[in-house]
């Protein structure tokens, strides 16, 4: 028989242990799920592997790159209690801008002549910049008119859409310089993979040690109990949502790099898929609760589910609905979380 004190401590025991495994290990094991789950049906219905097509993994690996460098912007915005529905346009107005800087002149369609074989770096702080001016401005438009960032975000996104359209009258820009162009293709075409791994180690260390994410948490956790602490929300928000720009920004110029043009039309959805990888990852959408390495993760279960389902040859209107569904019941999930632990509370 198991003495009261005995049950007591064997709880105690179970709460350390839990609190000893990171919660990304839950989300990883989905990941390694879905991917055995895809080489299985693999087999069943088209008579291949899945896992060992190495050219496959890269472009997995390479498609989540991009994404999963917005996301990690996002997963910031999102922990506050926010939303950023603007990243693909931004991505496509960063794009569009940068790209008149980074044209050889040796290209016949030059857009802006006295703008071309300038160092690889001016256009990628062009981008950069770009992107980091369309989050400040949304930062600005929520802490000081006190709209709901769904809008001032979805203001943004539509107001991007027409720079893009409008910069170079929807003409595509490309003949970039072989300097700008390694970005998306240095290291044997590994360099997005490089950029994105050392964008999520960087902010996995701000968001865990520094006063800027432990600031970020206190928003999203209890903003009025964040405000009467001292913090200046209206200023952390405004960074926050600056360095989801700058993040989409840079995102933007690994994208153009990699495939060697810019479109007006390009970044389509790309903020629904941060968004997915984000809450995919353990992000809750209440706020005050997720983590880096948790988005990272997310981000290549959202890259596997999508080259699963084209490989198994699935209707691309079929992928699109099985998302929404994955969307859905992983926000579900995440409710039930937080009413169980308000009822422990």
Not at 36 to 59: C, D, K, M, P, Y
Not at 214 to 234: L, P
Not at 317 to 327: E, L, R, W
Request: aromatic letters at 8%; glycine letters at 10%; a positive charge.
């Amino acid at each position: 028989m198991v003495t009261k004190s005995a049950a007591a401590s064997m709880e105690t025991l179970d709460l350390a242990t839990k609190r000893r495994i990171p919660p990304e290990f839950n989300i990883f094991l989905v990941l390694i799920g879905i991917a055995v789950l895809f080489e299985i049906l693999g087999w069943i219905f088209v008579g291949q592997s899945f896992l060992t097509n190495v050219a496959r993994l890269q472009i997995i690996i390479l498609q989540v790159s991009v994404i999963g460098i917005i996301a990690i912007g996002v997963t910031q915005v999102i922990i506050t209690g926010g939303i950023d529905l603007s990243s693909g346009s931004v991505v496509a107005m960063s794009g569009m801008i940068a790209a008149t800087f980074a044209q050889t002149a040796k290209w016949p369609k030059v857009i802006n002549p006295a703008l071309t074989d300038l160092p690889f770096i001016v256009p990628i702080l062009v981008g950069i910049a770009v992107g980091g001016l369309a989050g400040l401005v949304s930062g600005v438009l929520i802490t000081k008119t006190k709209i709901p960032p769904f809008i001032a975000t979805l203001g943004m996104m539509v107001s991007a859409r027409g720079v893009a359209r409008w910069y170079t009258d929807g003409s595509p820009v490309s003949g970039f310089t072989e300097s700008f162009a390694v970005l998306g293709n240095g290291l044997s075409r590994w360099m997005p993979v490089v950029v994105f791994l050392c964008v999520a180690v960087i902010f996995h260390i701000v968001m865990r040690y520094t006063r800027y994410g432990k600031f970020t948490y206190a928003i999203g956790a209890n903003e009025q109990a964040a405000r009467v602490s001292g913090i200046n929300i209206d200023m952390h928000l405004i960074k926050i949502y600056a360095i989801a720009g700058l993040l989409t920004g840079l995102a933007a110029m690994v994208a153009i790099a990699r495939i060697k043009t810019a479109q007006a039309g390009m970044g389509l959805m790309y903020e629904l898929d941060a968004i997915a990888a984000s809450v995919i990852g353990g992000v809750s959408l209440s706020g005050g609760r997720g983590r880096i390495m948790g988005t990272v993760i997310g981000a290549l279960i959202l890259g596997v589910m999508l080259s699963g389902f084209t490989f198994l040859r699935i209707d691309a209107y079929y992928q699109d609905i099985i998302k929404g569904v994955i969307i859905v019941a992983a926000v579900v999930v995440d409710q039930r979380r937080q009413n169980k632990r308000r009822k422990t509370t």
